[in-house]
């Protein structure tokens, strides 16, 4: 199967620090390359994914994230240079919205972000041309009337990642500075607790940064050290050093790639039960998911789990083989839809003058 794979201009794949879509893909993309099969990629030029990359494209552009013009430049070329696959798995917004994409290849797309009522109206408009992927199941259940082609968790590469031995004796905080994301309730729980807490933290936007000055750092006492924003392995060895991630977000996160890197660090996850942290932690296994209040009590309940049973909860449901499985059974099928209403899905990259060369 020749795949072909949408991500915005923004960010590099994988990321440098932040981009948890762009994070997801890298670690796709790897996976279905070693489940055989050829991928092509449309992303920022200083992306570093060992895949195959359409070219034509600037490098990421970090510093106008969301905005529209950009977004639509990138898709454009993007689909013009994508013609000649099998199938087009687009990670972009507007991507599945564009008119002139080509007619006869399938085209998939993941809900990466919150539904709220407009983003729901979007991809119902979506949804009469495209596929659409969820990420959680409490995602696509918070709108009515959207069909939906699966329910496909994240996952991550296990080989990147090594068990700690959770012996810094401390909990950790990692995530981006924002209400949302419930920091000042980690440090709530962790005083309460009587644990010492290590932020880790994305602050690079105004809002970011005026929350961290008026109301974090005001706030932080002895107990709590503030770390920045870390590169993948300085994370994964804050997490598996740590006792436990404290993960109190305050909104229904789609999905939370945080859990998962701290799971397959051996690190349990103690989480609000909000969006999808009770499909990803195992209350009393793999971490507890409760109140911020009932938060503080079970922290001190963590040297009860088993860190090995954290790893293997990742290694048996969240691994980036089991999300590209996953994903290609989704491909199979709407390839095959293709097919029975006639369409070709088999191309030979010479038929169309529009392909873009691809930079090896």
């Avoid at 489940?35 to 920022?44: D, K, P, S």
């Amino acid at each position: 199967m020749r795949i072909g794979l949408i991500v915005g201009p923004w960010f590099t794949v994988p990321p440098e620090k932040y981009g948890g879509t762009e994070r997801v893909v890298d670690a796709l993309a790897r996976a279905l390359v070693d489940a055989g099969h050829e991928v092509l990629l449309a992303t920022a030029s200083d992306s570093t994914c060992p895949v195959p990359q359409v070219a034509g494209f600037g490098p990421s552009e970090p510093e106008e994230v969301g905005l529209t013009l950009s977004e639509l430049a990138h898709v454009i070329k993007a689909y013009a240079g994508l013609q000649n696959v099998d199938i087009i798995h687009d990670h972009t917004l507007a991507g599945p919205l564009y008119s002139h994409r080509p007619v006869d290849v399938p085209v998939v797309t993941t809900i990466h972000g919150q539904l709220s009522p407009r983003a729901a109206t979007l991809y119902r408009d979506m949804a009469q041309d495209s596929a659409i992927i969820a990420i959680s199941h409490d995602q696509c259940s918070r709108v009515s009337a959207l069909p939906v082609a699966a329910v496909i968790h994240h996952g991550i590469d296990l080989s990147a990642v090594s068990v700690g031995q959770g012996a810094g004796g401390y909990a950790c905080f990692v995530g981006r500075m924002c209400p949302d994301k419930g920091l000042m309730e980690a440090v709530a729980v962790a005083r309460e607790a009587g644990v010492p807490l290590r932020i880790a933290a994305k602050m690079h936007a105004p809002d970011e940064q005026s929350y961290f000055r008026e109301v974090v750092q005001p706030a932080l006492g002895s107990g709590e050290e503030f770390l920045g924003e870390l590169s993948d392995p300085d994370k994964y060895e804050l997490m598996g050093d740590a006792i436990a991630l404290l993960n109190p977000i305050q909104w229904h996160e789609p999905f939370g790639l945080v859990m998962i890197e701290a799971l397959a660090t051996g690190t349990p996850v103690l989480a609000t039960a909000m969006g999808a942290a009770p499909e990803i932690v195992r209350h009393g296994i793999t971490g507890f998911v409760g109140s911020t209040r009932e938060l503080a009590a079970c922290l001190e309940q963590v040297p009860s789990l088993s860190r090995d049973a954290c790893r293997r909860s990742v290694e048996e449901s969240f691994s980036s083989e089991r999300m590209a499985a996953d994903h290609l059974d989704v491909y199979a099928r709407l390839i095959g839809q293709f097919k029975d209403k006639g369409l070709p899905v088999e191309h030979n990259l010479q038929d169309n003058q529009r392909q873009a060369p691809i930079n090896r």
